[in-house]
């Protein structure tokens, strides 16, 4: 494969894997936001998954639907 060609394919896979990235940020947001927890929760969640977005963003697959068993345990109050 030609320089040009080379080039061409590693740009569609990086567009790929943003365009996978975002639908996956998408799904993590509507959930979050559709869980019924207290809202510091949620903007705990966020400030994490801003912050740090690919531990964050695991970090909520694996534990996010703990966050009210969590809640509970630390006497977190929803208002």
């Known amino acids: 494969m030609s320089?040009?060609?080379m080039g061409m394919a590693g740009w569609?896979?990086?567009?790929?894997?943003?365009?996978?990235w975002l639908a996956f940020?998408?799904?993590?947001i509507s959930r979050l936001m559709s869980m019924?927890?207290?809202l510091v929760s949620k903007v705990i969640w966020a400030v994490v998954i801003l912050t740090?977005?690919?531990?964050?963003?695991?970090?909520?697959?694996l534990l996010g639907d703990r966050t009210p068993q969590l809640e509970r345990e630390l006497?977190?109050?929803r208002y």
């Open 25 to 28: 940020c998408w799904w993590v």
């Open 52 to 61: 740090f977005p690919v531990v964050g963003l695991l970090a909520f697959v």
């Open 36 to 38: 019924d927890v207290a």
């Open 3 to 5: 320089d040009v060609s």
């Open 75 to 77: 006497g977190i109050r």
């Open 12 to 20: 569609l896979v990086g567009l790929v894997a943003v365009a996978i």
